[in-house]
């Protein structure tokens, strides 16, 4: 599967931005989906998973209940809408895909396709 991840930019602090991550391919409901970010100078942490159809998600704490990830398989997209952003969130934003396994990892190294990253930026 090929991810392409987009939609980031610009934003006030208290604002909202929505990425989206398109996928290419006809399993792509075979997926389950993460979201990556990475800060300059730190390493690439979880942000939030789905699994393949879409009924189960997981955040990381940081963004609990500011972050909402959902998915369309009959688009092929997942997406990433992000409120009340903070400077914290400033990062690049990947979106990734596991092997097929029985449950949605958090590891970053459990990944084994990527998307090539979208920058968002928090002002204060």
């Known amino acids: 599967v090929q991810l392409q991840a987009s939609g980031g930019g610009l934003v006030q602090a208290g604002g909202s931005l929505r990425l989206s991550c398109a996928a290419s391919?006809?399993?792509?409901?075979?997926?389950?989906i993460g979201w990556f970010r990475q800060a300059p100078g730190k390493e690439r942490e979880f942000v939030a998973s789905i699994n393949r159809n879409g009924g189960s998600t997981n955040y990381a704490d940081s963004v609990k209940g500011r972050f909402t990830i959902s998915r369309d398989n009959i688009k092929n997209t997942v997406a990433l809408q992000m409120n009340s952003l903070k400077p914290d969130d400033t990062a690049v934003y990947y979106c990734?895909?596991?092997?097929?396994?029985?449950?949605?990892?958090?590891?970053?190294?459990?990944?084994?396709?990527w998307g090539q990253g979208t920058l968002v930026t928090v002002s204060s």
């Open positions: 391919g006809r399993t792509f409901s075979s997926y389950a």
């Open positions: 990734a895909a596991p092997p097929p396994l029985a449950f949605v990892p958090i590891a970053a190294s459990s990944y084994a396709y």
